[in-house]
């Protein structure tokens, strides 16, 4: 952190912006339209960020698109959920203010960059229908196909994600039989959509921000990298960043906004903040807590919430960009007929179709011998599985790649060849094959979450779309391991109702906003649901553009007044 001022900056603008994904981009935008001047930095060579890496699913409770469809929902009711899950992690007033502002952000990114959203049709709450407030459709919403071509020379400097099929929506997908029948999907639409590159997903949801910084020509710069912030006394007033080893000083009138996601390709910070050793990671080498390393110097407080970490798989010879090998979250696959994840002890410890349920169950220790009880974990399969349903990248019935994972003809022979107890494995696909036979998992309750049974499941199994027996040789064992959660951690900063970092003093940092990933989630606590991460990241956005430039939101204010109708 420098107090001392430069002799000269390079760059300056009302507001700068430090990430250029959801968060970074929204804020600059929603900044340039109340008036002020806007930057984006990004650290890498492409823009987009985390944003383009997901799903690109926005949840928001209360809508307009779903209100247009019929579909009844509230604000309330979305805080009601929220406030169920939570566990006690959230902070109250955050909740609202999410609440709030996530249906007033959507309709004011539709009204000023054009997005074209829709709602994901069928597509349920995670706890839907055991918790109070949760909703069987309409919260979830995606942006329709994004024409990348109108990006122009920013076209390829934009990024797409090579986790997700983004070249079809929600619909195409559960169209064709979900994620369990890639076989069935649409593929002649696909390559037209490629052909024109057409994105959807998390891809199409960022390039539909990028244009929005496009269209108002606010500068991006990529290859820099923000080193430390300048403070002027209290007040935060620019950074230092270097670009090709070279100093570039860039100030920011109204402020800073940091926006950089997680911390997770920081093995030092996971570990420490996260609890995490070791894990892999499926974002971009960027990604490394630059937001927990800058607010901090700044005297930024940080908070911390139960983690969202993931099992993975890595398929030989895939890589990512910086050369480590890609790591495919194993989410869409635990859960499909003919799978089991076991333990060391032959074991299943959790619904597999429902990865809240896995990932919990993941963090149970042994205290009279330190280890965690349920990992390492495998998954297990058969040649039904093999089949019928994809793993990654490895297609239905396509050779399970050398190095991937091991079979054998009997269960036996491969409970050695991974080191479980034989005995315990036997039992456990035996009770499974039965539960499998009669529809219904007593122990786990696998199958009975509508989400687990559309999102990894095979609709066209019956009578449980997660359910079916191991039964046909050979067998197949893959070790799952640790991943982080896609961008999503457990530490951020704490920040006010305007998105303002707050210091141990519980007071604002002027001139120091924080957003997305980089913000503490105390707006949902120990919740986790597909799409909340992007909205969070739109709505922070735009509540930090608003008030660094000198317009901000009084809504939540105003509700609890009790006077926000008026």
Not at 13 to 31: E, K
Not at 157 to 181: C, Q, W
Not at 349 to 362: P, Q, T
Not at 547 to 565: E, I, M, N, V, W
Request: hydrophobic residues 40%; contains cysteine; glycine residues 12%.
């Amino acid at each position: 952190m420098l107090r001392k001022l430069p002799d000269a900056w390079d760059m300056e603008a009302d507001v700068v912006s430090i990430g250029s994904g959801g968060g970074g981009l929204s804020a600059a935008i929603t900044a340039h339209e109340h008036g002020a001047s806007a930057l984006v930095l990004e650290r890498s060579d492409k823009v987009g960020g985390v944003t383009a890496f997901s799903m690109g699913e926005v949840w928001v409770p209360g809508n307009h698109l779903a209100a247009a469809l019929g579909i009844e929902d509230s604000v309330e009711s979305g805080v009601a959920y929220i406030r169920n899950l939570a566990m006690g992690f959230a902070e109250d007033a955050a909740v609202v203010n999410q609440a709030l502002h996530a249906p007033v952000a959507l309709k004011y990114f539709e009204d000023t960059i054009g997005l074209q959203m829709c709602v994901v049709r069928n597509l349920p709450d995670y706890y839907y229908p055991y918790v109070e407030g949760s909703t069987a459709e309409g919260r979830c919403l995606e942006a329709l196909p994004f024409p990348a071509a109108s990006l122009g020379e920013w076209q390829e400097k934009t990024r797409v994600s090579p986790h997700v099929p983004y070249n079809l929506t929600h619909e195409d997908i559960f169209d064709g039989g979900g994620m369990a029948n890639m076989a069935n999907w649409d593929y002649a639409l696909m390559a037209q959509r490629v052909t024109n590159d057409e994105r959807c997903a998390g891809p199409g949801l960022a390039a539909w921000f990028v244009k929005g910084v496009l269209d108002r020509g606010i500068p991006m710069h990529t290859g820099i990298n923000v080193e430390e912030l300048v403070m002027d006394g209290d007040r935060v007033v620019g950074l230092r960043a270097t670009r090709d080893g070279r100093d570039v000083f860039v100030k920011a009138r109204r402020g800073v906004v940091i926006a950089v996601s997680s911390f997770e390709r920081n093995p030092a910070y996971s570990k420490h903040l996260g609890s995490l050793i070791e894990p892999k990671s499926m974002v971009m080498p960027t990604i490394t807590g630059a937001h927990l390393r800058l607010a901090g110097e700044a005297g930024a407080q940080v908070a911390r919430v139960p983690d969202v970490s993931m099992l993975s798989f890595h398929v030989p010879g895939e890589e990512q960009e910086d050369g480590v090998p890609l790591w495919r979250g194993a989410l869409p696959f635990m859960g499909l007929p003919h799978s089991i994840v076991v333990n060391a002890r032959g074991r299943r410890f959790s619904n597999e179709a429902f990865y809240r349920s896995i990932y919990f169950a993941l963090e149970e220790i042994d205290g009279m011998t330190q280890t965690y009880k349920n990992f390492p974990c495998w998954l297990v399969t058969d040649s039904q599985a093999r089949a019928k349903y994809p793993l990654g990248s490895v297609m239905p019935g396509e050779p399970m790649p050398a190095g991937l994972g091991v079979q054998a003809d009997t269960l036996a022979e491969l409970a050695e060849k991974i080191g479980v107890d034989a005995q315990g494995l036997d039992a456990t696909v035996e009770a499974f094959n039965r539960y499998s036979q009669a529809g219904e998992d007593p122990e786990f309750r696998r199958g009975s979450y509508p989400w687990g049974a559309l999102m990894c499941g095979d609709p066209g199994q019956q009578p449980n779309a997660n359910l079916g027996a191991l039964t046909e040789p050979p067998f197949y064992a893959v070790e799952l391991h640790r991943m982080a959660g896609g961008g999503i951690t457990s530490a951020g900063i704490m920040m006010d109702e305007h998105c303002r970092a707050v210091g141990w003093d519980g007071a604002p940092i002027e001139g120091l906003y924080v957003a997305g990933n980089s913000a503490a989630r105390l707006d949902n606590g120990a919740l986790m649901q597909s799409g909340i991460t992007n909205a969070r990241g739109l709505t922070h956005g735009y509540l930090a553009g608003r008030h660094a430039a000198g317009k901000p939101s009084d809504l939540l204010a105003r509700t609890l007044r009790g006077d926000a109708a008026q």
